[in-house]
């Protein structure tokens, strides 16, 4: 049978997202023929802070004390992110075993305006195999093509959070569109992840020394990985839910550190008694 790898099928991969949620109207300006969306309105720009340090979406505590963990707070941070990301993708990287599937489906579920998609389930609907399987019959360069050609497909697309494969970072034209949104690096020690995945069929792990094989593998991805946006380490026994509350965390801290040079310029604009031009 012919291979569906090497056929190029997954060129052909389409990914639907569905719509439920209402967005609030942008002003649209016409010019030289086109409509674009103007990003200094007042409506382009939600406005929303980041909640932990927003005492108005803290609440009350019988001492009068508010957690620092933000499990004080009265809304789920996460639907807050979803406005100040103003579309812009969230790319999970990491080793395999990291949680990049789980963490990035409850960041998603959570948020509400953003969908979730897995690299490697997609590749696996698309060829019709399993990852093992993908490996076994066709190799891991052919992998590596595929693995591409899904993310070709998945980066043109806005609102999503996605996991990507551990090695999919290695590639530089992979790179470069995990850089069109924000990537999210889950850290996490080599013992601590050979505890999850042990009895797995791991393709890159089927040595002799499968905890040596990772250690080598983080090594060789860790300047990759390390030059993600935003860094959340994990230890062990942290649930599902406390590493996506650390990332949800991360990600607002990141949002007011790096805000976009359009709003710096009109900060200053303002601070400096300037009217900004609408």
Same mark, same amino acid.
């Given at each position: 049978?012919?291979?569906?790898?090497?056929?190029?099928?997954?060129?052909?991969?389409?990914?639907?997202?569905? =719509?439920?949620?209402? %967005?609030?109207?942008? @002003? &649209?300006?016409?010019? /030289? *023929?086109?409509?674009?969306?103007?990003?200094?309105?007042?409506?382009?720009?939600?406005?929303?802070?980041?909640?932990?340090?927003?005492?108005?979406?803290?609440?009350?505590?019988?001492?009068?004390?508010?957690?620092?963990?933000?499990?004080?707070?009265?809304?789920?941070?996460?639907?807050?992110?979803?406005?100040?990301?103003?579309?812009?993708?969230?790319?999970?990287?990491?080793?395999?075993?990291?949680?990049?599937?789980?963490?990035?489906?409850?960041?998603?579920?959570?948020?509400?305006?953003?969908?979730?998609?897995?690299?490697?389930?997609?590749?696996?609907?698309?060829?019709?195999?399993?990852?093992?399987?993908?490996?076994?019959?066709?190799?891991?360069?052919?992998?590596?093509?595929?693995?591409?050609?899904?993310?070709? =497909?998945?980066?043109? %697309?806005?609102?999503? @959070? &996605?996991?990507?494969? /551990? *090695?999919?970072?290695?590639?530089?034209?992979?790179?470069?569109?995990?850089?069109?949104?924000?990537?999210?690096?889950?850290?996490?020690?080599?013992?601590?992840?050979?505890?999850?995945?042990?009895?797995?069929?791991?393709?890159?792990?089927?040595?002799?020394?499968?905890?040596?094989?990772?250690?080598?593998?983080?090594?060789?991805?860790?300047?990759?990985?390390?030059?993600?946006?935003?860094?959340?380490?994990?230890?062990?026994?942290?649930?599902?839910?406390?590493?996506?509350?650390?990332?949800?965390?991360?990600?607002?801290?990141?949002?007011?550190?790096?805000?976009?040079?359009?709003?710096?310029?009109?900060?200053?604009?303002?601070?400096?008694?300037?009217?900004?031009?609408?």
């Amino acid at each position: 049978a012919p291979s569906p790898i090497k056929n190029n099928n997954l060129a052909t991969l389409r990914i639907h997202q569905s =719509s439920s949620s209402s %967005h609030a109207s942008s @002003v &649209v300006l016409h010019a /030289g *023929g086109f409509e674009w969306e103007d990003p200094t309105s007042d409506e382009a720009d939600p406005g929303v802070e980041n909640p932990y340090k927003n005492p108005d979406l803290l609440q009350s505590t019988g001492d009068g004390g508010d957690d620092d963990d933000g499990s004080s707070l009265k809304v789920d941070p996460a639907r807050l992110l979803s406005p100040r990301l103003r579309g812009c993708n969230l790319y999970f990287i990491g080793m395999m075993g990291s949680g990049k599937s789980t963490v990035g489906d409850l960041v998603a579920r959570r948020m509400g305006t953003y969908n979730f998609l897995d690299t490697d389930t997609i590749l696996e609907r698309a060829a019709g195999m399993s990852i093992p399987e993908v490996f076994e019959t066709e190799g891991e360069e052919a992998f590596r093509v595929a693995e591409a050609q899904v993310l070709d =497909s998945v980066h043109a %697309h806005v609102r999503i @959070v &996605v996991s990507t494969g /551990g *090695g999919l970072v290695m590639r530089n034209q992979n790179w470069s569109k995990l850089q069109t949104g924000l990537v999210v690096y889950l850290k996490v020690d080599p013992e601590v992840i050979m505890k999850r995945i042990e009895g797995t069929d791991r393709p890159l792990l089927q040595t002799e020394n499968p905890l040596e094989t990772l250690k080598q593998l983080m090594e060789e991805r860790k300047e990759r990985y390390e030059a993600a946006d935003v860094t959340v380490e994990i230890e062990e026994g942290m649930s599902v839910e406390d590493v996506a509350d650390k990332c949800i965390r991360a990600l607002h801290d990141f949002i007011d550190d790096n805000p976009p040079a359009w709003k710096q310029a009109k900060a200053k604009a303002q601070a400096d008694g300037l009217d900004w031009v609408q």
